[in-house]
């Protein structure tokens, strides 16, 4: 396995991959990586084969953080994340510097960015409003670097996989987006590197999004009809209220690709939540 720590020098080997035929299969994380980012590993693998290459990113994106948010404190280990990917059969890891992907930034003179402009409004992007810009940006740039065939998304980010293959598709690139399952400990709970800032209490209460998934899917499955919107998010925010450490940002309701909001819920509906537990904050979402 290697290791590139510069968007050229990514790029000339992504190039010479791509002249000898050789299939490329691109994980992009943020690193301190768990099962679920595994499972990505694999997925990548099995769509590019035995004699295909799998390029695993690890970069903490800092425009994709907004000021008050856990950047600087966001978890990191390179070393255990190069083991995982080592035993995971990565071909590269890519972790490039934050010179050679936002060339000029640390003396403010960097000025371009992608933004997505319909998918973003709802959502994470009410709360958390410069954060798909950063994504896409940064998504946007990992593709010029890798230049993948495939790129594999987890579902648990849901809107992010949405605005992801929008800006794939409205921006010409010639890159598939397959978006895999959500991995999820026994308990239920969404696997994520934010998992590891709650106390054991919280973590204990944290089980309360897959919760609210299973309780939606009950409620819309024993209905006859599509369920009110504000009757069934009544209903889970009730729920939610039961965790005295949980404090509910939003649940919404949605189309699962284009995110537009529905007035009544039925089976295909999709469901996303994010929910504060002290200052961490955990999405979740699924398919009723
Ligand atoms: O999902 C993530 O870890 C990040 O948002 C991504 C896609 C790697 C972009 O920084």
């Not at 050789?22 to 994980?27: A, D, E, K, S």
């Not at 293959?165 to 709970?189: C, K």
């Not at 409620?219 to 729920?239: F, N």
Request: with cysteine; net charge positive.
């Amino acid at each position: 396995m290697r290791i590139l720590r510069d968007a050229a020098a990514m790029q000339r080997q992504a190039l010479k991959w791509l002249r000898a035929g050789t299939r490329i299969g691109f994980v992009p994380t943020m690193g301190y990586l768990h099962e679920g980012h595994i499972s990505l590993v694999h997925e990548a693998r099995r769509r590019v084969g035995a004699s295909g290459v799998v390029v695993l990113s690890i970069y903490v994106n800092p425009t994709q953080f907004g000021p008050k948010e856990d950047f600087t404190k966001y978890p990191r280990d390179f070393r255990r994340d190069c083991r995982l990917c080592r035993e995971a059969g990565v071909d590269v890891v890519f972790t490039p510097s934050d010179a050679s992907m936002y060339p000029g930034r640390d003396t403010g003179d960097y000025s371009t960015y992608v933004v997505e402009e319909r998918l973003t409004q709802g959502m994470e992007g009410v709360s958390r409003p410069t954060h798909f810009r950063g994504v896409t940006t940064i998504v946007a740039k990992l593709f010029h670097c890798v230049l993948p065939e495939v790129a594999v998304f987890g579902a648990k980010d849901w809107q992010q996989a949405a605005v992801v293959s929008r800006m794939t598709r409205d921006l010409n690139f010639p890159v598939r987006i397959v978006v895999a399952e959500t991995r999820r400990e026994t308990d239920g709970l969404a696997m994520s590197s934010r998992n590891r800032y709650l106390d054991p209490e919280q973590r204990r209460q944290a089980t309360v999004l897959s919760e609210v998934i299973g309780l939606a899917r009950l409620e819309v499955g024993r209905s006859k009809r599509p369920v009110p919107v504000e009757r069934l998010r009544q209903r889970l925010a009730a729920l939610v209220a039961t965790r005295p450490a949980a404090r509910l940002d939003y649940i919404e309701f949605f189309h699962p690709e284009t995110l537009q909001p529905v007035e009544r819920v039925g089976t295909g509906t999709h469901l996303a939540m994010a929910v504060f537990f002290g200052a961490t904050r955990l999405i979740d979402n699924g398919r009723l």
